[in-house]
């Protein structure tokens, strides 16, 4: 039988106080629950975006969901705009500003 990982658990539930208690106490930002699903893969499916601002500032990988991400899905920035999550953004921004693609998928290159 397959189960969930806590982190993933958690972030289903909006969860922000277990989810940082996780991770501050070492809990892998990217370990994969069921379904191979990571963290972030699973927040963006819940539509969590306190909990992708809360991801990113643990150091989650955000091109790995780009990478992993299905043909025809939102990239996160999409994700971000079309859900109205500008605190996404921001991060993304303040953490990856000095990286071209960020600014490409926001459109303001």
């Given amino acids: 039988m397959a189960r969930e990982s806590a982190l993933n658990v958690a972030i289903g539930f909006g969860r922000l106080d277990i989810i940082d208690y996780l991770l501050t106490r070492g809990f892998p930002v990217d370990y994969p629950g069921f379904e191979n699903k990571t963290p972030l893969e ?9 909990v992708v601002v809360t991801l990113l500032k643990h150091g989650t990988d955000w091109r790995r969901y780009e990478e992993r991400r299905k043909t025809g899905d939102m990239s996160l920035v999409e994700w971000a705009l079309a859900h ?8 993304l921004i303040d953490l990856y500003g000095d990286d071209e693609s960020v600014f490409n998928q926001i459109g303001m290159m």
């Avoid at 699973?42 to 306190?50: F, H, L, T």
């Avoid at 109205?84 to 991060?91: A, C, M, S, T």
């Fill in 84 to 91: 109205e999550h500008p605190q996404v953004l921001g991060v």
């Fill in 42 to 50: 699973r927040a963006v499916e819940c539509n969590q975006g306190s």
